[in-house]
């Protein structure tokens, strides 16, 4: 072997060396980095409701993975400009989470523009797409429940239902509260109402206003912040409400007799559990009952029977049986 031919494989061994020496020390820098999660919260993280359960669910996982996941947020985003701001989330992290159902169209345009990134909808019904999973809420199933208790402690047979914006999964949600309380209370007046936007609060007020000049004593709701205008006229009038998505019984406020659990927050926890784990995969998935009392349920905060009790569990063990079928969407 001549000197200058073992010089060149001497060189190469070293070089390869090196080459492997930096692959490890990258590998476990990159161990070491956090997972980079981005999540659009469309409204106010200090709602009492959908947005707030979401925030809630964010920082449960702050605190369970510490240093693991380093989270950015963006709120109070309007539709017209959530585009842009999932593209500001997807350049800068590895799973992005639109917050809420309002989200998905704006998701599944900017998921083709990174395919690198993972995408999760909060909300929707809707196919995956290779690198967008959706969470379907399931509302429908625990609206039903809602109004079933709804129907029960309404003292003058009247109960009503404001959503927000008139899109399916909030009027499905509305007429599955009404099909509850017939189920209990075939003659019940059933009023829902749509204000056309989730944070409009004197339109929330106005519709729960009407409804309690037709008689509704109990009100139920899919809305953000617009719930303090239902709020409003529940106070001037001396009606009661169920409250959504978050149970605060603890609050003991005087205007809600009882709250559902829509398990928003629990979603965003799923999501970023399954980062951490490496399972992350594009899935349709459906929460609702079937996933347990953080995914859905309801709690009664005063004035719950025995004969209230035992119709929560019979109508939540005949819709996870299919027995009670819903809509779905």
Not at 192 to 211: H, N, P, R
Not at 221 to 235: P, T, Y
Not at 252 to 275: F, H, R
Request: hydrophobic fraction near 40%.
């Amino acid at each position: 072997m001549t000197q200058n031919r073992r010089r060149v494989l001497q060189a190469g061994v070293l070089s390869a060396a090196l080459i492997a020496g930096a692959s490890a020390f990258t590998l476990a820098k990159a161990a070491d980095e956090p997972i980079k999660i981005g999540i659009l919260i469309p409204g106010s993280k200090a709602d009492h409701g959908w947005m707030e359960s979401g925030y809630n669910g964010m920082k449960e996982a702050e605190k369970r993975y510490g240093k693991k996941i380093k989270v950015t947020y963006i709120e109070n985003v309007k539709f017209a400009d959530m585009e842009q701001a999932l593209v500001t989330l997807a350049m800068k992290n590895d799973l992005v989470i639109g917050g809420a159902g309002q989200t998905q169209a704006s998701v599944l345009k900017v998921a083709k523009r990174f395919p690198k990134v993972k995408f999760s909808i909060v909300g929707p019904t809707g196919q995956p797409t290779e690198n967008v999973a959706q969470y379907d809420v399931l509302q429908a199933q625990i609206g039903y429940i809602a109004g079933a208790v709804a129907a029960m402690m309404s003292k003058n047979g009247a109960v009503s239902y404001v959503g927000g914006l008139e899109i399916p999964a909030i009027v499905n949600t509305g007429k599955e509260f009404c099909n509850g309380a017939k189920n209990v209370k075939p003659d019940v007046k059933c009023i829902e109402s749509y204000t056309g936007d989730f944070d409009d609060v004197a339109k929330a007020k106005e519709a729960t206003l009407a409804a309690i000049a037709q008689g509704a004593d109990v009100h139920y709701n899919i809305l953000n912040l617009g719930v303090r205008g239902m709020e409003q006229a529940a106070r001037e009038k001396g009606t009661k409400m169920i409250g959504s998505y978050t149970n605060y019984c603890g609050e003991k406020n005087p205007l809600y007799i009882a709250y559902t659990t829509s398990g928003i927050g629990y979603m965003y926890e799923y999501a970023i559990d399954q980062m951490v784990a490496g399972t992350w995969h594009p899935e349709y998935k459906p929460f609702g009952l079937v996933m347990g009392p953080r995914s859905a349920g309801i709690s009664v905060c005063t004035g719950e029977t025995p004969e209230i009790k035992s119709k929560i569990k019979e109508l939540e063990e005949d819709l996870l049986s299919g027995k009670i079928k819903v809509r779905v969407g």
